[in-house]
């Protein structure tokens, strides 16, 4: 089993950056692909980003492209979203996720962080 924690969020203006920490406890997650989510009000989830268990390999939604970096730190148990250059369609709870192995289904989630950006 594995327990993820998010942190990192709050408000920004437009234009500004924020970084989401996800720590993971329970086990080691060096062995999961692991992934960002967002959920905006009235709108579906929808993933951000995700990186497989190396980090030798990313993903970006459209979206986010450019502006958006997940990283991660194995031996901290740890996945980072950066986010820069914020924009007010970024706004929503944004949820750390692992995937079950080295496979792309997600069946692990955190309880999320608001990101709030103010134009």
């Known amino acids: 089993q594995v327990q993820l924690v998010e942190s990192g969020g709050g408000l920004v203006q437009a234009g500004g950056s924020l970084r989401l920490s996800c720590v993971a406890s329970g086990r080691s997650i060096s062995g999961y692909n692991m992934g960002w989510f967002r959920q905006a009000p009235e709108k579906t989830r929808e993933r951000v980003a995700t990186?497989?268990?190396?980090?030798?390999?990313?993903w970006y939604a459209d979206s986010v492209k450019g502006r958006f970096t997940i990283s991660r730190d194995n031996a901290k148990n740890t996945v980072y979203l950066q986010m820069n250059s914020l924009k007010p369609e970024d706004t929503g709870v944004y949820y750390c996720?692992?995937?079950?192995?080295?496979?792309?289904?997600?069946?692990?989630w955190g309880q999320g962080t608001q990101v709030t950006v103010s134009s």
């Open positions: 990186i497989n268990w190396s980090g030798g390999s990313t």
């Open positions: 996720a692992a995937a079950n192995g080295v496979g792309w289904s997600f069946v692990y």
